[in-house]
């Protein structure tokens, strides 16, 4: 019984610790946050130059101010159908880290909604399924009035996407052009 209280005082402390501010999305029906200490920027949809044998979820790179960041396509990554381009779409520049080192990637969402404060009290853990499903990357499920928010660990999101390798690629086939 003791170790049952343990652990659920752990797990109330972990929660206490994922509350703060995050910038909410959409990907069609569904609504996503991601801490807003890893966003460094959002920008309007531009045009993403393709670069080639890359995976269907890497739509590409865009050149912001002089920096090339690889571009992700969060809806293709999360194995949905991809989405025609509106004026609402746009590109959320976020700061990961992998292997030690800070990267700036893009992801693409078909729009940004609002940053909210979200308490401990109102996050839940990621639902457990069984051993076949990785719900690794999501930091827990935020509760806004009626609504559930899916909360993203943006660096897991991006890491089985291996951003290391795609950004050393991307560098690698700019500086052949």
Known sequence: MANATVQLEQIRKDLTEKEGKYLTF??????????????????????????????????GV??????????IDLRSKFGMNT??????????VVEIRQDGRKFSTGIVVDHVQEVLDIDGENIEEAPQFDSSVNTDFIMGMGKIGDSVKILLDIDKV??????????DAVVDSTEKL
């Open 83 to 92: 989405a025609t381009v509106t004026e609402e779409t746009c590109i959320i």
């Open 158 to 167: 991006l890491s089985m996407s291996n951003i290391k390798a795609i950004s």
């Open 26 to 59: 959409a990907l069609g029906p569904e609504e996503y946050g991601l801490e807003i200490l890893k966003v460094r920027e959002i920008i309007g949809y531009m045009a993403i130059t393709a670069v080639p044998q890359m995976p269907a979820y890497v739509k």
């Open 62 to 71: 865009i050149n912001l101010r002089g920096q090339v960041i690889p571009v």
